[in-house]
């Protein structure tokens, strides 16, 4: 079985601050993970993927996130937070065992406070 | 990355009708997806639309509900049929270019309410 795990409904943070999105996941095999992005009204825009190699993945907007395999974690993260990502966040997990196709998180509403 | 259009992008129906989405691709894919977002949820898998052949159904969701169709590489329907209230909630298009560890990419969706 595969599952996803946001801990988090809700994040605020400053402007101009670092922000951190954090993602858990559950797998068998190997995971494929996956990290988009929804702003209202709009569907999922892709923004970064972790397969295999190097731990820290960086994607659009200046996103990265980190594999961490010990702790079954791919948190998104950004150095500095931009009003204009303020949106909902969605972490997604595939197993590589699994003929399963992705299974989703909950979702964490990210505001960014000017 | 593919470019996805959805037909209707919202609409509003009475109980018990039917309504057909459509899914549109700009280039020739080799998988394509539904899912659902109901009000304030994650997005749940309906069915993978098999070209040339009958969709592969997720649990919980069956053909006599959201019939599928995918004549060719580029376009799907979902059908949700025999409307209620419940069946509120977000449609989204989804596809994968190619087989293996990719990502998905999304149509904007049909924002659906049954009334």
């Known amino acids: 079985a595969q599952s996803v795990a946001q801990p988090e409904d809700q994040v605020n943070v400053a402007e101009g601050n670092p922000l951190t999105v954090k993602c858990t996941y559950s797998v068998s095999g190997n995971p494929y993970l996956f990290w988009y992005v929804q702003y209202p009204n709009r569907g999922l825009q892709f923004l970064l993927k972790?397969?295999?190699?190097?731990?820290l993945v960086k994607g659009s907007y200046g996103f990265e996130a980190e594999f961490n395999k010990s702790q079954t974690s791919f948190h998104l993260k950004k150095p500095s937070a931009l009003v204009s990502d303020s949106a909902l966040y969605f972490c997604a997990v595939r197993d590589t065992g699994s003929a399963r196709q992705l299974t989703f998180g909950s979702g964490t509403q990210l505001t960014v406070l000017p | 990355s593919a470019v996805i259009s959805q037909k209707p992008s919202r609409d509003i129906c009475q109980r018990g009708t039917s309504l057909t989405i459509q899914c549109q691709v700009d280039?020739?894919?080799?998988?394509m997806f539904w899912y659902r977002q109901q009000p304030g949820q994650s997005l749940t898998l309906i069915a993978t639309?098999?070209?040339?052949?009958?969709?592969?159904?997720e649990s919980g969701f069956v053909i006599d509900k959201f019939p599928i169709s995918r004549p060719n590489l580029t376009f799907s329907t979902l059908t949700v049929s025999n409307m209620s209230p419940e069946d509120s909630s977000i449609y989204l298009c989804s596809v994968a270019p190619r087989q293996g560890p990719n990502e998905q990419y999304f149509g904007p969706g049909t924002r659906l309410t049954v009334t």
């Open positions: 639309a098999n070209q040339g052949s009958e969709a592969t159904y």
């Open positions: 280039s020739q894919v080799t998988m």
């Open positions: 972790y397969i295999t190699g190097d731990n």
